[in-house]
Nanobody
């Protein structure tokens, strides 16, 4: 019903930056809350950042506060994750997700209804 496609991942040295993008195929994009999650090898998928439909509310995991910024462009049906000051612990597959019930930038993965395929981010020291 809803397709999400991530892009922008890659390999970067510690201290560098990357910007991830997620394009959504939905007609009412602004009605959905959007989130970013990540999953490292051998670990559970964890919350990174989320943003409400209008962009007025954002939430961040403690591990990325001050380094990552989530934003969205509703005219382009796209959500972004700007990642600065990257560290090796940020290495993971990053997924975008959509919450159709707009629960004000939820931080729990079970509350999201649609998921992208993921994009790999690797940070080396």
């Amino acid at each position: 019903q809803v397709q999400l496609v991530e892009s922008g991942g890659g390999v970067v040295q510690a201290g560098g930056s990357l910007r991830l993008s997620c394009a959504a195929s939905v007609r009412t994009f602004s009605n959905y809350d959007l989130g970013w999650f990540r999953q490292a090898p051998g670990k559970d998928r964890e919350f990174v950042a989320a943003i409400s439909g209008s962009g007025g509310t954002t939430n961040y995991a403690d591990s990325v506060k001050g380094r990552f910024t989530i934003s969205r462009d509703n005219a382009k049906n796209t959500v972004f994750l700007q990642m600065n000051s990257l560290i090796p612990e940020d290495t993971a597959v990053y997924y975008c997700a959509a919450d159709r019930w707009a629960r004000l930038a939820a931080i729990t993965k079970d509350e999201y209804d649609y998921w992208g395929q993921g994009t790999q981010v690797t940070v080396f020291s």
